[in-house]
Structure formats: C-alpha cells, structure tokens
C-alpha cells in the first residue's frame, strides 16, 4: 500500500464492483460466448443498442455554441433551475416557493450534496437495507457511513416497523437523521411503494419530528419510467414538510437517457423560510468546492425538455416507448421467474428486479460460468432487466432457478 495516500485511502477497491462485472462480460462477448450482460443501469433496446431519445440529442445539438462554451452558474442555469423547481414538486407551490435548487453532476451529485450538508461527520443516514451501492461509496469518502432498516416485512411489504424503530435509534444516538428513499423503482429491487407504504411513512415522520431534526431525501432517478407512481410521495412529504426538510435528487441521466452528459439537481425544502438562504449559500459553496459548476449544454438542453411546448410531448412520447420496452420484460421476467421459485420483491416497473440469494457471491459465480452476469448485493443478485433483451429472459429466469436458492 503506498505510504502516501493518507491511511483512510489506502486499500480501496478501484473500479466499481458494477463496471467490473459489466467489462468482464464485454469480454466474454467478444470471446464469441453468448453473454446475458444483467450489470449496468443502461437501457437498452432488444437488438442490444443503447436506448436513445431523439428529441433529448436534438435538445442537444440545438444548444447554441455559445451557451456549450460558456461556464454555466456555479449554481446552475436560471432556466433550469426554474424548471427542475417546476417538475420535481409536479408544480406544487408550496413545496417551491421555499425551495433551493442546485445544479449537479447527475444524481449523484445530488447525493453527495445531500450527504455532505445534512449528515455530520463521523455520523450515518439511514436507507433501506437493499440500497444502491455507490450511496455508501460516498458515505465513505466524505467519511460518513450508512444505517439501514430492513426493507421488507414477512409479506413482502415495505417494514415500516424497522423504519421507525431505526429513525427513532438514529435520532437518540445523533440528536438529528436523514433517511434516505428511493422511490419510484427502487434500484435495486424495482419495488414501488404504495399509498398505503408512503401513508405510514408520513405517520412515522409526524411522529418522529419532535425527537430532533429530520431530514427526508427522495431519490427520485427513475420516476419517469413509472406513470404517476411520484404523486405518492409528493404527497406524503409534502404533508410533513412543515415539520422536516425535504429534498429531491433529480437526474438527466435517467429521465432523458443521457448519462453521459451528467446533469442532475437536488431541490431542498426547508420547514422554514428562513433556512433558505443558509441552505443556497452551503449548496453554491459546496458545488465551488468540488466540480465548481455543471454541464452547461446540458442544462440548457435539459430545460427546454421539460419546458418547451412541441419538445415536451416529443419526449415524452419517446420515454412512453422505452417504457412499454420494459414494461414487456417486466411481464416476462414475472411470468419466467415466478414459477422456477425465485424470490423477489413485488415487481411492477423499472430497470432493476433484485433476487433473494442465500449465497449471492457463490451463486453469481456459477452463473457466471454459464455467461450470465448480475451483481451480487447483500443477500441477493441485482438484475439490471433494462440491459436485457426480452428473447433471453426465459434462458436468463431458467438458468437462475437452477442455481440460485
């Protein structure tokens, strides 16, 4: 280990465990094996092209060459934090008007923005016990650390038992907790919380608000890809946002499939007006401190996506068509997977699907072996279905059946 990294830094593991597996099977592939590449959260279409949006790249080239040129506020593009404020709060004044709204390099940015300003050093957030990895990745390197509660009751509903029963533990042990959500599709199981999930969580929270500050995080990466299902939530928190600050991670990278442009947004809303200008200040000086501002090109493009009369249908009509793509591998992999005795969460949308494993390292190996790559989590195997054509999920849900228990 090299004597100069600083000994937090040193043996780490490189490359994320995600991309790995995704080259290991690029690899295979181009050794003329016949590969099931279930790894990376890219669609794709049934012929094995990357998805794309046509209005999203004509956005794109549409940008004038100054505006891609030009540094974009450390904060963000006025038009688009108008529109992000817009579309994350599905145009609920009272969740906009004490908003703050920052421009981020994806939702990961948005993440680490989060994190960085609402959890204190040395102290943890909470999520739920299947969660995407890289959240502890930043936990880690900002030198934060994650809390979980179990995600599932035995009916296979959300527990939201364990959720109050760990806030309530978080808020004793720190004096104050964000808990983390991800909702709609959860990566990485696909399940989509329900009315009746999001109601007891606004009880849990209304309960809670007393023992110290709350912060509440929706990770939201996916909620164009499930028609309506982001009402729920808005709901939910924005009854309790009176009580708790709120915020939304907000990303291009999924709502357009363009990942590689790197815009996202965190919108924060405080319980007071008051906090708003704390708030912006720590979120342009965080953002000054670390990539200093964002995709300009990107943002532009973005805006008009979400704003522009004849660009917003367009879109909109494309993503309809990826997600009826996913909608039909949904209905395969459920009507494959089901009566081979594979256990997974309630699975209605999404790019992931997260099956139960009593040895996900063992067990991803040996499929491995037979060309089918997922990524092993605590307890399971992560299913990226968005990378999968529809043709080969029967050969993908008998495979798993045989060998995953």
Known sequence: MSKFLIPSHRGRPGNDPIFTLSKMAADRKKQGASVINGTLGALLDDEGRLFTLPAAVQALHEVSAEQISAYAPIGGAAP??????????????????????????????????????????????????????????????????????????????LDTGSLEESLRSLLQAQGSAMVLLNDPCHNPTGYSMSERDWNEVRGILERCASLGPISVILDSAYAAFSEGAIERPIRALESVSDRVLVGFCWSASKTFLLYGQRVGALMLVPPERGDVADLEAAMLYASRGTWSNCNHAGQIASARLLTDAKLRPQVDAERAQATRLLD??????????????????????????????????????????????????????????CSIASAEIPRLAATMGEIVR
């Open 328 to 385: 039909a591998r949904v209905a395969a992999w459920n009507r494959e997977a089901r009566p081979r005795g594979l256990r997974y969460p309630r699975y209605d949308g999404g790019f992931f699907v997260t099956v139960m494993s009593s040895d996900p390292q063992g067990q991803g190996a040996a499929l491995r072996e037979r060309d089918i790559f997922v990524v092993p989590v605590a307890g399971a195997l992560r299913v990226a279905l």
């Open 80 to 157: 688009f934090l108008d529109a992000i404020r817009a579309e994350v709060s599905c145009g609920r004044a009272s969740l906009q008007e004490r908003s703050v709204v920052v421009a981020t390099p994806g939702g990961t940015g948005a993440l680490r923005h989060a994190i960085t300003a609402l959890v204190g050093e040395g102290q943890a957030f909470l999520t739920s016990s299947y969660y995407w990895g890289p959240y502890a990745t930043i936990a880690s390197e900002h030198g934060r650390s994650v809390r979980t509660f179990r995600m599932f009751d035995e009916a296979g509903g």
